[in-house]
């Protein structure tokens, strides 16, 4: 059933709609065994105290979990994103992949010369 809202995209979610999340989420769900801390903190480009605050709401809505592990020195804190939390995400991008198809094909009629443009650059 078609939405009375067509441009309402319901889908998206705002725990996802903030770039640093949005970073986060993404090597998560590319590295599902999990990442360190200072690896995700590298991989993001994110202060110490920026990924703490992006983590801490992914956490708080079930998104990821935080293990702490004890190695031969200092322990690490390991992350990874829950299965309900990549179901989650994996259908957010569906719907920004949807937002840019609503996008493209509005432009598209507008400027056709468009429409070849991005034929040639993406074949």
Not at 14 to 32: D, K, P, Q, S, W
Not at 60 to 85: F, K, N, Q, W
């Amino acid at each position: 059933m078609k939405s009375a809202a067509p441009f309402a995209y319901e889908g998206l979610e705002r725990i996802f709609h903030e770039r640093g999340r949005l970073a986060v989420c993404t090597c998560l769900v590319a590295n599902a065994e999990g990442m360190s801390f200072k690896a995700l903190q590298e991989a993001c480009a994110l202060t110490d105290g920026n990924l703490n605050r992006h983590l801490h709401a992914l956490a708080e809505t079930g998104i990821v979990v935080l293990a702490r592990v004890r190695g031969s020195g200092r322990p690490t804190t390991i992350v990874r994103i829950t299965d309900s939390g990549r179901e989650r995400f994996l259908s957010y991008i569906d719907e920004l992949e949807t937002v840019v198809r609503a996008v493209q094909a509005t432009d598209e009629r507008r400027n056709p010369a468009n429409a070849n443009l991005r034929m040639a650059t993406t074949s």
